[in-house]
Each structure stands twice: as structure tokens, then as C-alpha cells.
């Protein structure tokens, strides 16, 4: 008689996937401003069309949602003097005008919205809280055709050029190619995207997470076999070198600012071997303790040394309990991330 294995590790992480859902009046309203944005966008001289890229694009953002991505396609043949196919005119110019443009639009139905010129993107704040607090933002690209290759052309404003990218082709990829793959990979990356921001200095961005799972998520295991092998083969994958841009147009993701390939492997393999101790586990209860090494602020089980990662978040306290006379263990650990250009 064959014999049934609980899925202990799958009852925990469906927990934490509930308490990292997001809000479906907070999505709703992001996918509002996005829209609202892009719709002004879209209005600009020579615009030829708008996207959506990012984790609300992707399906796979979390509590809380802090901004929609989205871009808007300029025409260089309306824009000859503008980038590499051109006379290598800088971006800043046309993304300030266009910031302007969009902001008018915005203003007459949030009046205390303001924008920001970023490196990649415009970004637009609303200043209107939702009820639990979250007021996210929405980040504008302003991306300019090719004459040759795959993707476009997306500003630099810090270096004042252009670089290759597909933000475009990053939404395809992350939404194919069908359905239960799609939810099922995007379970994963959630999931994956939690227990590494819970480190004050996540070794990893979100968009290197989502990179890796598109050739380490196999949709016919388990939700905890599936994160095990992101985490895993992901820290092997870049243990060999730098992500891949999946759409194979701009250069290798990089680590966020301070972080070593060392060390993003080391965490990424701690994560990861925590989950296939719970996938082995044999109780509910053992399963929580290996989770709750992975996710402390999510799963409460036995005390105990979080190694790699919570002395990762102990440096990060005590520094700044030392810059502002503050215990340590007064502070909550911030949920700073890297940079997720593309």
C-alpha cells in the first residue's frame, strides 16, 4: 500500500503567502495611478505606445506595494537628434518634459501629486494614504525605439546617455507561457522576494529573483521544492557569474550596492537549505522551526542564532544605534532594496 507524505513545508508557506498578499482595494488603486500615468503619458508628442513591467506587471508583488512600474515608447524618427541612433542626444531633456506633461494630467485628480527625475525613471508620488498607509507611487520610463536590435533605448539621467534594454520582453517572459505556470512560478517568487527583504541589505534585487526562477521554477513540484531549487540553483548560477538579462539585451543583473557575489551565494544557499530541511521535515512543528529560519518576521517558532542572515540584520541595527544613540534592539530593521533596473 503506498504510503502519503504531508506536505508540511506547503501548509507553512501557504501562511506566509497569505500574510504577504496583497491587498486587493491596495492593488486595485496602484493599477488606478499606474493607468492614470500612463494614460498622460501616452498624450505626449511622438509617444507610440505605453507598457507595464515591474512586480505589479509580473504578478508577484507583496505587502506592502510600494510602486507600479510602467513606459511609455517615444518614436526617434519624431526624435532624430535623440540617442545612439542619433545625433546621441542625452535623455534628461525629454524626460523632463515629459515628467511636466504627465504631472499636469496627474494634478487634476491628486493635487498634491509631485515627481522625482530618478536615474531610470520619472517618479511619481500622490500623496494620498490609503487607509492602512500605503500610498504607492508609480515609476515612468521613458524608453526610445531602436533602429537596430531587440528592446529599446532607456535613459541614464545620472550619466546622461542611453542604455539597451526590454522591459517589454521582461513582462512576456515572466507572464508565459500559460496560466499554471505563471501562477505557480509567481507563488515562488513572492515567496523567494520575502524571506530575502527581510535582511536589512537583501543580497539580491527582485528582478534577479525573477530572472533566476524563469530557468530554476518547474512547475510540476511542489511550492517548497520549487523555492528550494530557486534558492539553490540560483545561488550555484551565481556562484558561476552574474544573472543574465533573460530578454538578452542589456547586461548581467548587478548585486545591489555593498553586496559581494559571496556573500548573495552564502544567503541564498542558508534560505535555501532551510527549506529542503522543512520539505524533510516530519511535523508541522519541525517544518516551522526550519521555516522560521528563513522567515522570522512570518513564522514563530523556537529561538535560535538566524546565522548569515540575521547577523546581517544585527550589523545594519547596531550601526545605526550608534550613529543615533539608539539600541539596537529598539530598531526595526529597514527594508531597503537593490536596484532592479532593467
Known amino acids: 500500500m503506498a504510503t502519503t507524505t504531508t506536505d508540511y513545508a506547503g501548509q507553512v508557506l501557504t501562511d506566509v503567502r497569505r500574510q504577504i498578499a496583497v491587498d486587493d482595494d491596495v492593488l486595485s488603486e496602484t493599477k488606478d495611478r499606474r493607468n492614470l500615468v500612463k494614460r498622460h503619458a501616452r498624450s505626449f508628442p511622438g509617444a507610440l505606445k505605453t507598457f507595464d513591467s515591474g512586480s505589479v506587471a509580473h504578478g508577484d508583488v507583496n505587502k506592502p506595494v510600494s510602486d507600479a512600474d510602467c513606459g511609455v515608447v517615444l518614436d526617434r524618427r519624431t526624435y532624430p537628434e535623440l540617442g545612439p541612433d542619433g545625433e546621441d542626444v542625452s535623455p534628461n531633456d525629454i524626460v523632463w518634459d515629459m515628467a511636466v506633461h504627465v504631472l499636469a494630467g496627474v494634478l ?16 511619481f508620488e500622490f500623496a494620498e494614504p490609503l487607509a492602512d498607509e500605503q500610498d504607492p507611487s508609480v515609476d515612468l520610463i521613458v524608453a526610445l525605439t531602436r533602429a537596430d536590435g531587440a528592446g529599446r533605448w532607456i535613459p541614464n539621467t545620472e550619466t546622461e546617455d542611453w542604455d539597451a534594454s526590454d522591459p517589454e520582453e521582461h513582462t512576456r517572459l515572466l507572464n508565459g507561457p500559460d496560466l499554471a505556470t505563471r501562477v505557480h512560478r509567481a507563488r515562488v517568487i513572492r515567496l523567494a522576494k520575502a524571506a530575502v527583504k527581510q535582511d536589512t541589505t537583501p543580497v539580491v534585487s527582485s528582478f534577479n ?6 530557468d530554476h521554477v518547474d512547475c510540476d513540484n511542489t511550492i517548497a521544492e520549487s523555492l528550494r531549487d530557486l534558492l539553490l540553483d540560483g545561488a550555484d548560477a551565481l556562484d558561476r557569474g552574474l544573472t543574465d538579462d533573460p530578454a538578452g539585451v542589456s547586461d548581467p543583473i548587478k548585486l545591489p550596492d555593498g553586496v559581494s557575489r559571496s556573500t548573495a551565494v552564502a544567503r541564498l544557499r542558508e534560505l535555501g537549505n532551510a527549506i529542503s530541511r ?57 527594508r531597503a532594496f537593490g536596484d532592479e533596473a532593467r
Open 108 to 123: 487634476e485628480e491628486y493635487p498634491e501629486a509631485t515627481f522625482e527625475v530618478c536615474k531610470r525613471a520619472i517618479l
Open 209 to 214: 529573483l525573477e530572472a533566476l526562477a524563469l
Open 278 to 334: 522543512a520539505i524533510e521535515a516530519d511535523s508541522l512543528e519541525e517544518a516551522e522551526e526550519s521555516l522560521s529560519e528563513a522567515y522570522p518576521d512570518y513564522v514563530k517558532a523556537g529561538a535560535g542564532a538566524r546565522s548569515l542572515g540575521e547577523a546581517l540584520r544585527r550589523q545594519k541595527r547596531a550601526q545605526i544605534g550608534a550613529a543615533f544613540g539608539t539600541g539596537a534592539a529598539d530598531l526595526k530593521p529597514s
